[in-house]
């Protein structure tokens, strides 16, 4: 019996067979977009949730190592969560004590050579190039201050939405620790729950697939969490020495900027070249970019290497693309977990696409980011 049952017209034998399978792309491609915008559009209408959620699943893959390594040596699961809470706390709190006391320390000082900056400012472009008289000057300050007067009474007139978005931050504080707490206490168990969600036969590729996943995750938590420390202590130590101000906050600024990957660590490196230019001079200014580049090329080449071995890591362009992207869908937030859903989804991807999941090999393809780190091959003498 003929099992041919597509139905061909003289129309159809007339169009070429390239045009054939170029509509045929086109329409699968718009579906897979009219999808993937769908999803977009009801994770913006539940920002409010699922912001939370990711950055409650960002933080676990942060602590799910030292969690794992108290369980191993015998602490009860309670008394791991409560230590790696406790210490994430301790830490944050510290960091923020150091901020605040240091500018309470040099406020006086940073006040004084900012007024001294803006004057410089002032007379290089009287007696500069440019050669503005001082009653332009005038004009000029006087329409920035009348558009930041304008900005004051948007900020004003906006006072009740803020007030609602500083209920909103709060809110989704309380639920990221609350769902941080269930995945460290019972992460295993709510997979489980969720795995019965997909169907029978697709329940062991979609368990290899997200076990991948979340190795991902936990690889990229793990690396950038040292990025951000190694670039933090060498630029913070680096502007301490050259007699930076506010050295602490510039640390602080680099750590949280090197989690969004690259993009972080250029503009949280152009902070500090820049406040060692104002406050410094340019001399001190180019040997603030010498540190910059210098730690950052030691981590990336040096330190990294040795301590996480040589991890394909994310292409600087499919970071910029995906961070731009994440951006301009989700401002920060958008951002931030840009990069580690990419990789998720990618090797997600590779591992259902390769039939990994069928011999519970790695998956090998085309990954954006290494579930495993590649062991250096010796070479025999």
Not at 236 to 262: Q, T, Y
Request: net charge positive; charged share 10%.
């Amino acid at each position: 019996m003929p099992t041919e049952r597509t139905v061909r017209t003289d129309t159809d034998a007339a169009v070429p067979y390239g045009l054939r399978v170029t509509a045929g792309y086109a329409w699968r491609l718009l579906l897979i977009a009219a999808a993937v915008g769908v999803i977009i559009w009801v994770v913006i209408q539940l920002k409010l949730l699922v912001i939370p959620l990711l950055i409650a699943i960002l933080v676990s893959a942060l602590l799910s190592p030292a969690v794992g390594w108290m369980l191993r040596h015998r602490v009860p699961r309670w008394l791991a969560i409560v230590i790696a809470m406790i210490g994430t706390l301790a830490i944050v709190a510290g960091l923020l004590w150091l901020v605040i006391w240091q500018v309470s320390r040099q406020w006086a000082m940073v006040r004084d050579s900012t007024a001294d900056s803006i004057e410089r400012l002032r007379q290089y472009l009287i007696d500069g190039p440019l050669h503005l008289s001082a009653a332009e000057i005038e004009a000029y300050i006087d329409q920035a201050m009348g558009f930041l007067q304008q900005q004051v009474d948007l900020l004003w007139s906006g006072a009740l939405a803020i007030g609602t978005t500083a209920g909103h931050v709060a809110t989704g504080a309380v639920l990221a620790l609350f769902i941080l707490i269930c995945l460290l206490a019972d992460g295993a168990g709510i997979w489980r729950w969720t795995l019965k969600i997909f169907p029978r036969n697709a329940r062991p590729a979609a368990a290899a697939a997200a076990g991948n996943g979340w190795n991902t995750v936990v690889n990229y938590a793990r690396t950038q969490l040292l990025v951000a420390t190694i670039d933090a202590i060498g630029i913070g130590l680096g502007a301490f020495f050259l007699g930076v101000p506010l050295a602490i906050p510039v640390a602080v600024l680099v750590f949280l900027g090197a989690f969004v990957p690259i993009v972080g660590a250029v503009v949280t490196g152009a902070v500090a070249v820049f406040l060692a230019l104002v406050y410094n001079g340019p001399w001190i200014a180019f040997w603030m970019l010498i540190v910059v580049l210098g730690v950052q090329q030691i981590e990336g080449h040096i330190l990294q290497p040795i301590l996480m071995g040589s991890a394909v890591k994310v292409h600087p362009l499919a970071v910029v693309l995906v961070v731009a992207g994440g951006t301009m869908i989700g401002g920060i937030p958008g951002a931030l977990f840009a990069v580690p859903l990419a990789a998720f989804v990618n090797v997600v991807a590779v591992t259902l696409s390769s039939g990994s999941w069928r011999t519970g090999d790695d998956p090998h393809g085309d990954l954006i980011w290494s579930t495993v780190p590649r062991e250096r091959r010796r070479r025999i003498q």
